[in-house]
């Protein structure tokens, strides 16, 4: 488990939008470890994790694109029924709030990749990090 900076894009929500983000960021050398998209009537948002923030938001300004920076957890976990109610439970216990998360695994994957915004994300490594009694 790590903590990790995020990158918010604010875009047009138009065909090829997508693909032009990720050419650039491919022009650059930048890899990404994760994203997602959340669409408006005339926007979208798109979240993203990245092998190189700082060279992303060189790549995104350079472009005039809003670019926002937020830290968020990189939680490894089993793919299995209530992995993630596990994680949600002890959050919750802890009193942290889940503000967003997004993930995803291959069917049969053993093990899948959560990308986790909670209202402190340091406490929430902290809390997630315990050994279960």
Known sequence: MQLATQLALFLDNRPGTLARVCDALAEAGVNIHAFSTNDAVDHTVIRMVVSDPRKAIEVFEQRNAL????EVLMVPGDNRPGSLAEIARK???????????YCATSPGARNGLLILRATNCKKAMKVLNQPVK
């Not at 919750?92 to 998360?101: K, L, R, S």
Request: glycine fraction near 14%; hydrophobic fraction near 45%.
């Open 67 to 70: 670019v926002v920076e937020s």
């Open 91 to 101: 959050l919750g216990e802890a009193g942290i709030n889940i503000d967003y998360a």
